[in-house]
């Protein structure tokens, strides 16, 4: 009977798949996990517990919710809580009121079941949105508490082709103006027109003695402009002065220099109308724009490519200073790109005949099958997702700015993508199959000059079955992609493709019936904030409430434990105090230990009620180890003076020495109204306490605490795949196995339990019988081993399972085993 000693000391190839369970023939079968739960895999190898999620408001309703990402620097970054008809806006850690107390909001279209179409574009202070089904709008952030939401005003364009058909003709009823009419001899409009741009120029215009420069030369085969009229020179003639003196032009736009070069009438103009009233299928009521070049009826005019006729917009994008937009109920695989730095202006020519480098553009890819586009992600080309593919849209020459003349779309891969937008990480971008049921990456391959499209769930394919329904991108600390799936399950997704960290993991959000309904990241703090919007069933009612993931946890952050945040939908409070002109001194003589009776006096300020008889206080400061002592209240003598007794004994640092860094201590909190009848965990000054039952908005505690976080408490569990650590004659595959123990090495944790199942777990022993016992024991950092309580098995997996709001890192895990062969 061999015995085996291996050692896990990566965890980062994430939860595998059951089909997957028998591959010890992979490389990564080592470093992956049979379940990984609210774990997140760190590129460096270890495994950490997620933090807990931090309640910030209730939602405005129960229904669906979309949280749309508002960044205009690093500095400056919101959340929108997009709900029914209406936006609320989130920054820094709250909700912004106006006045306090009420919530700021602005009314919205979008209906509850709009939210998941809705996709974005931001540029500076300005969010454009665009919807099939409405007209797209932008979002502009004037100050803190005020924001609009505005219909998105086009300047000329975008339209469809030309009008070719000599007998659908336009006839305004003036050139300027509102409330003129545009009459047609044959149906052209529908009552969906209401709102839609048209553009008319004109047909055959009158050549009037002196439009021309009688004196100037005109070479062959140029385009020459008078009065609002444009001509080109017959190519290859020769130069001539005026053409002949004559009153007007003839209907061929036709005529001849008096040199001999011929001349050719093009156009006179343009101007472009919005319909703002049906009458019939042959007459609407217009408001001008732009002057159009006549009153009289034309043949050249183009219809407005959006409207609600022919549908709106359903992706956008910026690329290279264009503002695009693609996709409309009638030209599903079309794309529209602005003129360049102007991001309203869609003009198909610059005079109505001239096409310039920065003039707006429009391009149909051309497909086998009419593939509609589902959204587009720029980087250094523009990737263009539609059902059944992906597509580059570039210059065709890479050292080009894009032009009107130099587009090139390319093909790429035929997976097809979902309608959710994609992220950006690095240089791939992550999108989500059309069934939603896999995740891609598509990126640039040196290596065959193309772009690739892996995809990354083929490992953890159980996990996403049930469907994606969001990605945010959290780049900063753990570089993790946070999928919610359609169920509400929140999953992670750890993503460092230059590490080869590719690893996922599922996440339960405490509480009962949780489930996520809306996830965004944001930048905050040197870090990005993932912000959730979960909805539970609360005391017999469903309530959905807006929370976040709180940062990492560094347990040399300075008040080590204190700061560990574990719980979900948590409140915290910290009664440290912060200014650091308010001060306290400990006065009295000797002794100076546990029960002495000794006065507490403010300096400068008045922090003592009448009531406080019985209430704590903790003092500390620089050079004072934490944590600090505690002293208890029992008479007050005044508002900056009361008596108290030690209940520490009091370093020489603080005897008779003025401290900033004192604390009110509590044994009640409120604020716990979202999770009314509740049972939270509590960790007070870094010690796990009994957990309570809210009540009327509030908890109370056993005993006083100056620093306390209470919420939904969740597990953590981390299990290994089956140990293959080899036999006699080959493989342990089928062969009985038995753990006598296992090290795991940890670092900064405390509170986890190790063995095989739930039926055969064992709590791992923190404390020390020489710490003591009215204080938290330290965080631990370095190996532990437990004696196996499972016997004989075929299967021989460890697993680490953390229920208490305390961290949790593991480091690696060595069980010693023997395989019987």
Same mark, same amino acid.
């Given at each position: 009977?061999?015995? &085996?000693?291996?050692?896990?000391?990566?965890?980062?190839?994430?939860?595998?798949?059951?089909?997957?369970?028998?591959?010890?023939?992979?490389?990564?079968?080592?470093?992956?996990?049979?379940?990984?739960? %609210?774990?997140?895999?760190?590129?460096?190898?270890?495994?950490?517990?997620?933090?807990?999620?931090?309640?910030?408001?209730?939602?405005?309703?129960?229904?669906?919710?979309?949280?749309?990402?508002?960044?205009?620097?690093?500095?400056?970054?919101?959340?929108?809580?997009?709900?029914?008809?209406?936006?609320?806006?989130?920054?820094?850690?709250?909700?912004?009121?106006?006045?306090?107390?009420?919530?700021?909001?602005?009314?919205?279209?979008?209906?509850?079941?709009?939210?998941?179409?809705?996709?974005?574009?931001?540029?500076?202070?300005?969010?454009?949105?665009?919807?099939?089904?409405?007209?797209?709008?932008?979002?502009?952030?004037? +100050?803190?508490? %005020?924001?609009?939401?505005?219909?998105?005003?086009?300047?000329?364009?975008?339209?469809?082709?030309? %009008?070719?058909?000599?007998?659908?003709?336009?006839?305004? *009823?003036?050139?300027?103006?509102?409330?003129?009419?545009?009459?047609?001899?044959?149906?052209?409009?529908?009552?969906?027109?209401?709102?839609?741009?048209?553009?008319?120029?004109?047909?055959?215009?009158?050549?009037?003695?002196?439009?021309?420069?009688?004196?100037?030369?005109?070479?062959?085969?140029?385009?020459?402009?008078?009065?609002?009229?444009?001509?080109?020179?017959?190519?290859?003639?020769? +130069?001539?002065?005026?053409?002949?003196?004559?009153?007007?032009?003839?209907?061929?736009?036709?005529?001849?220099?008096?040199?001999?070069?011929?001349?050719?009438?093009?156009?006179?103009?343009?101007?472009?109308?919005?319909?703002?009233?049906?009458?019939?299928?042959?007459?609407?009521? $217009?408001?001008?724009?732009?002057?159009?070049? +006549? +009153?009289? $009826?034309?043949?050249?005019?183009?219809?407005?490519?959006?409207?609600?006729?022919?549908?709106?917009?359903?992706?956008?994008?910026?690329?290279?200073?264009?503002?695009?937009?693609?996709?409309?109920?009638?030209?599903?695989?079309?794309?529209?790109?602005?003129?360049?730095?102007?991001?309203?202006? &869609?003009?198909?020519?610059?005079?109505?005949?001239?096409?310039?480098?920065?003039?707006?553009?429009?391009?149909?890819?051309?497909?086998?099958?009419? %593939?509609?586009?589902?959204?587009?992600?720029?980087?250094?080309?523009?990737?263009?997702?539609?059902?059944?593919?992906?597509?580059?849209?570039?210059?065709?020459?890479?050292?080009?700015?894009?032009?009107?003349?130099?587009?090139?779309?390319?093909?790429?891969?035929?997976?097809?993508?979902?309608?959710?937008?994609?992220?950006?990480?690095?240089?791939?971008?992550?999108?989500?199959?059309?069934?939603?049921?896999?995740?891609?990456?598509?990126?640039?391959?040196?290596?065959?000059?193309?772009?690739?499209?892996?995809?990354?769930?083929?490992?953890?394919?159980?996990?996403?079955?049930?469907?994606?329904?969001?990605?945010?991108?959290?780049?900063?600390?753990?570089?993790?992609?946070?999928?919610?799936?359609?169920?509400?399950?929140?999953?992670?997704?750890?993503?460092?493709?230059?590490?080869?960290?590719?690893?996922?993991?599922?996440?339960?959000?405490?509480?009962?019936?949780?489930?996520?309904?809306?996830?965004?990241?944001?930048?905050?703090?040197?870090?990005?904030?993932?912000?959730?919007?979960?909805?539970?069933?609360?005391?017999?009612?469903?309530?959905?409430?807006?929370?976040?993931?709180?940062?990492?946890?560094?347990?040399?952050?300075?008040?080590?434990?204190?700061?560990?945040?574990?719980?979900?939908?948590?409140?915290?409070?910290?009664?440290?105090?912060?200014?650091?002109?308010?001060?306290?001194?400990?006065?009295?003589?000797?002794?100076?230990?546990?029960?002495?009776?000794?006065?507490?006096?403010?300096?400068?300020? *008045?922090?003592?009620?009448?009531?406080?008889?019985?209430?704590?206080?903790?003092?500390?400061?620089?050079?004072?180890?934490?944590?600090?002592?505690?002293?208890?209240?029992?008479?007050?003598?005044?508002?900056?003076?009361?008596?108290?007794?030690?209940?520490?004994?009091?370093?020489?640092?603080?005897?008779?020495?003025?401290?900033?860094?004192?604390?009110?201590?509590?044994?009640?909190?409120?604020?716990?109204?979202?999770?009314?009848?509740?049972?939270?965990?509590?960790?007070?000054?870094?010690?796990?306490?009994?957990?309570?039952?809210?009540?009327?908005?509030?908890?109370?505690?056993?005993?006083?605490?100056?620093?306390?976080?209470?919420?939904?408490?969740?597990?953590?569990?981390?299990?290994?795949?089956?140990?293959?650590?080899?036999?006699?004659?080959?493989?342990?595959?089928?062969?009985?196995?038995?753990?006598?123990? $296992?090290?795991?090495?940890?670092?900064? *944790?405390?509170?986890?339990?190790?063995?095989?199942?739930?039926?055969?777990?064992?709590?791992?022993?923190?404390?020390?019988?020489?710490?003591?016992?009215?204080?938290?024991?330290?965080?631990?950092?370095?190996?532990?081993?437990?004696?196996?309580?499972?016997?004989?098995?075929?299967?021989?997996?460890?697993?680490?399972?953390?229920?208490?709001?305390?961290?949790?890192?593991?480091?690696?895990?060595?069980?010693?085993?023997?395989?019987?062969?």
């Amino acid at each position: 009977m061999p015995r &085996f000693a291996p050692v896990f000391t990566t965890f980062n190839a994430g939860e595998w798949s059951p089909e997957l369970h028998g591959r010890v023939d992979l490389a990564k079968y080592s470093n992956a996990c049979r379940v990984l739960r %609210n774990m997140i895999p760190l590129p460096q190898g270890a495994a950490t517990r997620r933090p807990g999620t931090r309640f910030v408001a209730t939602a405005k309703e129960t229904g669906p919710v979309r949280l749309i990402p508002f960044q205009f620097s690093a500095g400056q970054a919101y959340v929108i809580e997009a709900g029914e008809q209406y936006f609320r806006f989130y920054a820094g850690d709250g909700r912004i009121e106006e006045p306090p107390g009420t919530p700021f909001e602005i009314a919205t279209p979008y209906a509850a079941e709009d939210l998941a179409g809705l996709q974005w574009a931001q540029s500076a202070d300005v969010l454009y949105l665009v919807h099939r089904g409405y007209a797209p709008r932008q979002l502009n952030r004037l +100050s803190h508490t %005020n924001w609009t939401l505005t219909a998105f005003e086009f300047e000329d364009g975008p339209y469809l082709d030309l %009008n070719t058909d000599a007998s659908r003709t336009l006839d305004p *009823s003036a050139a300027t103006g509102s409330g003129i009419t545009l009459t047609t001899l044959v149906d052209l409009f529908v009552p969906a027109h209401v709102g839609s741009v048209w553009r008319l120029e004109e047909t055959a215009g009158h050549l009037n003695y002196g439009d021309w420069e009688q004196t100037k030369s005109y070479p062959g085969g140029q385009k020459v402009k008078f009065a609002d009229r444009v001509y080109e020179t017959a190519a290859g003639g020769t +130069s001539g002065t005026a053409p002949p003196l004559h009153s007007e032009g003839t209907e061929s736009d036709q005529g001849t220099h008096s040199s001999g070069v011929s001349w050719t009438y093009l156009h006179s103009g343009h101007g472009w109308v919005r319909i703002t009233a049906y009458t019939s299928a042959t007459q609407v009521t $217009a408001d001008v724009l732009s002057r159009l070049p +006549s +009153s009289s $009826a034309t043949k050249r005019w183009r219809e407005g490519a959006w409207s609600d006729h022919r549908g709106w917009p359903a992706a956008i994008g910026f690329y290279e200073d264009r503002l695009f937009f693609a996709n409309t109920a009638h030209q599903p695989q079309t794309l529209w790109g602005s003129a360049s730095g102007a991001y309203s202006d &869609f003009s198909p020519t610059d005079n109505g005949i001239t096409v310039l480098d920065d003039t707006a553009m429009t391009f149909t890819i051309a497909d086998n099958e009419v %593939n509609a586009i589902s959204w587009l992600s720029p980087g250094k080309v523009l990737i263009v997702g539609t059902e059944g593919g992906e597509f580059t849209v570039q210059a065709s020459n890479l050292n080009e700015a894009v032009t009107p003349g130099n587009l090139t779309v390319r093909a790429q891969s035929n997976i097809g993508c979902s309608t959710l937008p994609p992220v950006r990480a690095g240089g791939a971008t992550l999108f989500v199959q059309r069934a939603r049921r896999k995740l891609y990456e598509i990126a640039y391959r040196f290596e065959s000059d193309s772009y690739g499209a892996p995809e990354m769930t083929i490992l953890a394919s159980h996990l996403v079955r049930d469907g994606i329904a969001a990605l945010a991108f959290q780049r900063q600390p753990w570089s993790v992609l946070w999928a919610l799936r359609e169920d509400g399950l929140l999953l992670g997704f750890t993503y460092l493709r230059e590490q080869d960290v590719i690893a996922w993991h599922r996440h339960d959000l405490g509480g009962s019936d949780a489930v996520a309904i809306g996830a965004v990241a944001i930048p905050a703090d040197g870090h990005d904030r993932l912000w959730l919007a979960v909805r539970r069933q609360i005391d017999g009612q469903k309530i959905s409430t807006i929370e976040y993931l709180e940062s990492e946890f560094w347990p040399d952050s300075g008040r080590g434990i204190d700061n560990a945040f574990f719980v979900d939908s948590g409140l915290s409070y910290d009664g440290w105090n912060m200014d650091p002109a308010k001060r306290l001194t400990l006065q009295g003589g000797a002794p100076w230990t546990t029960g002495a009776v000794k006065t507490l006096v403010a300096d400068g300020h *008045s922090p003592f009620l009448p009531d406080d008889a019985g209430k704590c206080f903790r003092l500390g400061g620089p050079g004072i180890a934490w944590p600090p002592v505690a002293v208890e209240i029992t008479a007050y003598n005044a508002a900056d003076n009361v008596s108290v007794r030690l209940v520490d004994d009091v370093p020489p640092a603080l005897q008779q020495q003025s401290t900033a860094g004192w604390a009110r201590m509590v044994t009640t909190l409120s604020g716990f109204a979202h999770l009314e009848g509740e049972t939270v965990q509590v960790l007070a000054d870094g010690a796990a306490h009994p957990a309570r039952t809210v009540v009327d908005g509030g908890i109370a505690l056993q005993q006083p605490a100056s620093i306390v976080h209470a919420g939904l408490g969740y597990e953590s569990r981390l299990e290994t795949l089956d140990l293959e650590a080899g036999a006699v004659d080959g493989t342990a595959i089928g062969k009985a196995k038995r753990i006598h123990r $296992a090290t795991v090495r940890l670092f900064a *944790s405390l509170g986890c339990a190790v063995g095989f199942d739930d039926a055969h777990l064992d709590q791992l022993a923190f404390r020390g019988s020489d710490d003591p016992m009215d204080r938290p024991p330290p965080l631990f950092t370095g190996d532990r081993t437990i004696l196996f309580p499972k016997g004989w098995d075929r299967a021989a997996r460890v697993l680490i399972v953390q229920s208490q709001p305390l961290p949790l890192t593991v480091a690696a895990i060595a069980p010693h085993l023997t395989t019987n062969g």
